[in-house]
């Protein structure tokens, strides 16, 4: 069985600072793990993915999202926020069969 | 591109009606998935198909079923629409294989009054 946790349902930085949004997952068998976003009023988008080869995986619009197997963590960062990148990220797993969705958190930029 | 197109954008439909949402992908992707959005939850899996005429139930297939009579085209059903079945709806595809990605639909938002 595997499951996603989001740490933080909201998360509010400036334009300019770094973004980090948590995600922690629990898999039996070695994960896929993605990140995908949703901007208001539409469906979600990939922005990036992690597949077994390369622990840090570079995504769209300035994200990474680095694979710590040992923290079972998946954490997605841009060193810098822009007004563009408020919406909702969500991260997933993917374990034997089903892609399983964490909660979501909201991203919040201030001016 | 990839599309997954979704019929209805938005719905209201009443306690006890019958309601159909259909999904068409455009990919030949084997794989296609039902899932419901609701704040706070996340997505939650209702039902998935890796095949024409295959289903599996989901997280959350209580009251909902599925038809995938053809590759592209993946429907969900609710028999007899209740109010805690307002939602919205997303409709996905993805190849075959753990490494392939979902492509979403723009979601179905339905109200049942």
């Known amino acids: 069985a595997q499951s996603v946790t989001q740490l933080g349902s909201h998360v509010s930085v400036s334009e300019g600072a770094l973004v980090l949004l948590r995600c922690n997952y629990s898999?039996?068998?070695?994960?896929?793990l993605f990140w995908y976003v949703q901007y208001p009023n539409q469906g979600l988008q990939l922005l990036l993915k992690?597949?077994?080869?390369?622990?840090l995986v570079k995504g769209i619009n300035g994200f990474e999202a680095e694979f710590k197997k040992s923290e079972t963590s998946f954490h997605l960062t841009k060193p810098s926020a822009h007004m563009s990148d408020a919406a909702e990220y969500f991260c997933?797993?993917?374990?034997?069969?089903?892609?399983?969705f964490g909660s979501g958190t909201r991203l919040s930029i201030r001016p | 591109d990839v599309k997954v197109t979704q019929s209805s954008r938005y719905l209201v439909k009443r306690t006890g009606e019958k309601v159909f949402l259909e999904c068409v992908q455009d990919?030949?992707?084997?794989?296609m998935f039902w899932y419901r959005q609701d704040p706070g939850l996340g997505l939650r899996l209702i039902y998935f198909?890796?095949?024409?005429?295959?289903?599996e139930k989901g997280d959350i297939p209580e009251g909902y079923s599925v038809s995938r009579e053809k590759k592209e085209r993946f429907s969900l059903i609710l028999e007899s629409a209740s109010t805690n079945q307002t939602s919205m709806y997303l409709c996905?595809?993805?190849?075959?294989?753990?490494?392939?990605?979902?492509?979403f639909g723009e979601g179905s938002r339905l109200t049942v009054l």
């Open positions: 996905a595809s993805s190849w075959g294989g753990r490494g392939g990605e979902l492509f």
């Open positions: 898999s039996s068998v070695p994960p896929y």
């Open positions: 992690y597949t077994s080869a390369a622990t």
């Open positions: 997933a797993v993917r374990g034997a069969s089903k892609i399983i």
């Open positions: 990919m030949d992707h084997e794989n």
């Open positions: 198909s890796y095949d024409v005429k295959m289903k």
